[in-house]
């Protein structure tokens, strides 16, 4: 096996003798590759081959994420704000108790949007995922994140509900991409996480810079959109042509029956003495879950603190002081921005260092909401240049999820018995992802009592 300092895309060509990892019972287990589950080394992947995989992860992360990116970076838009920036210029030498400057609607709801899909999908996969080939389901992920930007485009100012269904389709697009790239990734090396992490990083900076930047500009966010069609095409090329694939996923496309994965010698035998890996009971998922979710429940903590801040926060950190060169709505885009850096910072974390200690990352995420949530009551953050101390310390709330996220997949990786990989990678995902839907719930409910509350700064 590879050392955890190699960095390369292939499938681990060298077998360890013995290694400890969790078994079907949820038990520690010593497991060899043996005949049924191990590789062909002879099969290995060349050099080209393993630059093509790991491109290929860092494209479709870029990609997958890409759409909800710009879906909540373009919330405060979508909402259709009713207080201009004028309203920010007049209250800018406010001293007297106020109310904070509000959309009728808190941006809490477009992330409601951007994630019950993603919810549901990722919790109901496991039971029909292993059906479907990876080729199919890559196609309903293009499609759904081509019908995303089309959505909102059209949508303009008048018709809310469809630019809801076309954050719908993005969340789709991004939840049933994300759990089909992390199952995919146990056909490689676990050094795929790291390419495919960072990727999913980059699409913070890329989507969320793209869509502040272009609009910044004078571009309109609907031609915004329409140019970020050019993201969808990227993910299909990645995929289908630069990604390579082992023989059973790139013969495999049907819809109906799924050729599981059975290891390079298992594909050498006749398909009547093939059976799957990884079909199981519903008990043995249960199993299979438990020793989980000493990763999962760190990672569910911190996209709670991380997303309430995002959603329920960020569009009343405004500074009024900054209105004569930033409106409200664009520090509410920068904000956005400056954490997705934090994220592709920390998210390209696993090159520098490996942490095992997890519980530690949710403590000091809700050290940053508390620090925030005190900027928004008692704004003790000096008015003159403050704005850039909340760059600061957005940049570090993003630094946190974006090394929660790798590490945690990573572990998981590293400790979960060969065979029973694929499912774990997939189903660890709804950590996350229950998280943010729990912060996007209880940010709408903040926002409204935030908004009506009388301040004093």
């Given at each position: 096996m590879e050392s955890e300092e190699e960095f390369d895309g292939a499938v681990e060509s060298v077998p360890p003798s013995s290694y400890v990892r969790i078994n079907a019972s949820g038990e520690n287990a010593t497991n060899s590759r043996d005949q049924e589950t191990g590789w062909d080394p002879s099969l290995a992947f060349t050099t080209w081959d393993k630059a093509r995989v790991l491109t290929g992860f860092w494209l479709l992360g870029l990609c997958n994420n890409f759409g909800y990116v710009v879906m909540l970076s373009a919330a405060y838009d979508i909402l259709?704000?009713?207080?201009?920036?004028?309203?920010?210029?007049?209250?800018?030498?406010?001293?007297?108790?106020?109310?904070?400057?509000?959309?009728?609607?808190?941006?809490?709801?477009?992330?409601?949007?951007?994630?019950?899909?993603?919810?549901?999908?990722?919790?109901?996969?496991p039971f029909y995922m292993h059906k479907i080939s990876y080729n199919v389901r890559m196609i309903f992920v293009v499609l759904f994140?081509?019908?995303?930007?089309?959505?909102?485009?059209?949508?303009?100012?008048?018709?809310?509900?469809?630019?809801?269904?076309?954050?719908?389709?993005?969340?789709?697009?991004?939840?049933?991409?994300?759990?089909?790239?992390?199952?995919?990734?146990?056909?490689?090396?676990?050094?795929?996480?790291?390419?495919?992490?960072?990727?999913?990083?980059?699409?913070?900076?890329?989507?969320?810079?793209?869509?502040?930047?272009?609009?910044?500009?004078?571009?309109?966010?609907?031609?915004?959109?329409?140019?970020?069609?050019?993201?969808?095409?990227?993910?299909?090329?990645?995929?289908?042509?630069?990604?390579v694939k082992p023989p059973q996923v790139k013969s495999s496309w049907s819809l109906c029956s799924y050729?599981?994965?059975?290891?390079?010698?298992?594909?050498?035998?006749?398909a009547?003495?093939?059976?799957?890996?990884?079909?199981?009971?519903?008990?043995?998922?249960?199993?299979?879950?438990?020793?989980?979710?000493?990763?999962?429940?760190?990672?569910?903590?911190?996209?709670?603190?991380?997303?309430?801040?995002?959603?329920?926060?960020?569009?009343?950190l405004y500074f009024t002081s900054s209105c004569?060169?930033?409106?409200?709505?664009?520090?509410?885009?920068?904000?956005?921005?400056?954490?997705?850096?934090?994220?592709?910072?920390?998210?390209?974390?696993?090159?520098?260092?490996?942490?095992?200690?997890?519980?530690?990352?949710?403590?000091?995420?809700?050290?940053?909401?508390?620090?925030?949530i005190c900027q928004v009551l008692y704004h003790y953050i000096p008015e003159h240049n403050g704005i850039w101390i909340v760059f600061a310390i957005i940049l570090w709330e993003g630094c946190l999820g974006g090394v929660s996220y790798v590490h945690t997949f990573y572990q998981i990786s590293q400790q979960v018995e060969h065979e029973h990989k694929e499912f774990s990678m997939g189903v660890a995902s709804v950590a996350d992802t229950t998280g943010i839907v729990v912060s996007a719930g209880v940010s709408i409910l903040a926002h409204n009592g935030l908004c009506n509350m009388t301040i004093t700064w």
């Amino acid at each position: 096996m590879e050392s955890e300092e190699e960095f390369d895309g292939a499938v681990e060509s060298v077998p360890p003798s013995s290694y400890v990892r969790i078994n079907a019972s949820g038990e520690n287990a010593t497991n060899s590759r043996d005949q049924e589950t191990g590789w062909d080394p002879s099969l290995a992947f060349t050099t080209w081959d393993k630059a093509r995989v790991l491109t290929g992860f860092w494209l479709l992360g870029l990609c997958n994420n890409f759409g909800y990116v710009v879906m909540l970076s373009a919330a405060y838009d979508i909402l259709q704000p009713t207080t201009p920036v004028k309203k920010c210029l007049e209250n800018a030498t406010i001293s007297s108790p106020h109310h904070l400057i509000c959309n009728t609607a808190g941006t809490g709801n477009i992330l409601l949007a951007d994630i019950l899909p993603t919810l549901f999908i990722k919790f109901s996969a496991p039971f029909y995922m292993h059906k479907i080939s990876y080729n199919v389901r890559m196609i309903f992920v293009v499609l759904f994140n081509i019908a995303s930007f089309l959505l909102v485009a059209i949508a303009g100012s008048s018709m809310k509900w469809l630019s809801i269904l076309g954050v719908i389709c993005a969340s789709i697009s991004s939840g049933f991409g994300e759990i089909i790239m992390l199952s995919f990734s146990s056909y490689f090396s676990p050094n795929t996480i790291l390419t495919w992490s960072s990727g999913t990083g980059a699409a913070g900076i890329f989507g969320a810079v793209a869509y502040s930047g272009l609009t910044q500009v004078g571009l309109s966010p609907k031609n915004t959109l329409f140019l970020m069609l050019i993201v969808p095409a990227c993910q299909t090329f990645s995929y289908y042509w630069l990604v390579v694939k082992p023989p059973q996923v790139k013969s495999s496309w049907s819809l109906c029956s799924y050729n599981q994965r059975q290891g390079y010698q298992a594909l050498a035998s006749s398909a009547s003495e093939q059976r799957p890996t990884n079909s199981y009971t519903l008990p043995q998922m249960f199993l299979l879950i438990k020793p989980l979710l000493r990763f999962m429940i760190p990672l569910m903590f911190v996209y709670m603190a991380e997303y309430f801040i995002n959603q329920a926060l960020y569009e009343l950190l405004y500074f009024t002081s900054s209105c004569s060169w930033m409106s409200i709505e664009a520090q509410y885009r920068w904000f956005q921005t400056i954490y997705q850096v934090g994220v592709f910072l920390s998210r390209s974390s696993l090159m520098c260092f490996k942490l095992k200690v997890l519980w530690i990352l949710p403590i000091l995420q809700f050290g940053t909401l508390a620090t925030l949530i005190c900027q928004v009551l008692y704004h003790y953050i000096p008015e003159h240049n403050g704005i850039w101390i909340v760059f600061a310390i957005i940049l570090w709330e993003g630094c946190l999820g974006g090394v929660s996220y790798v590490h945690t997949f990573y572990q998981i990786s590293q400790q979960v018995e060969h065979e029973h990989k694929e499912f774990s990678m997939g189903v660890a995902s709804v950590a996350d992802t229950t998280g943010i839907v729990v912060s996007a719930g209880v940010s709408i409910l903040a926002h409204n009592g935030l908004c009506n509350m009388t301040i004093t700064w």
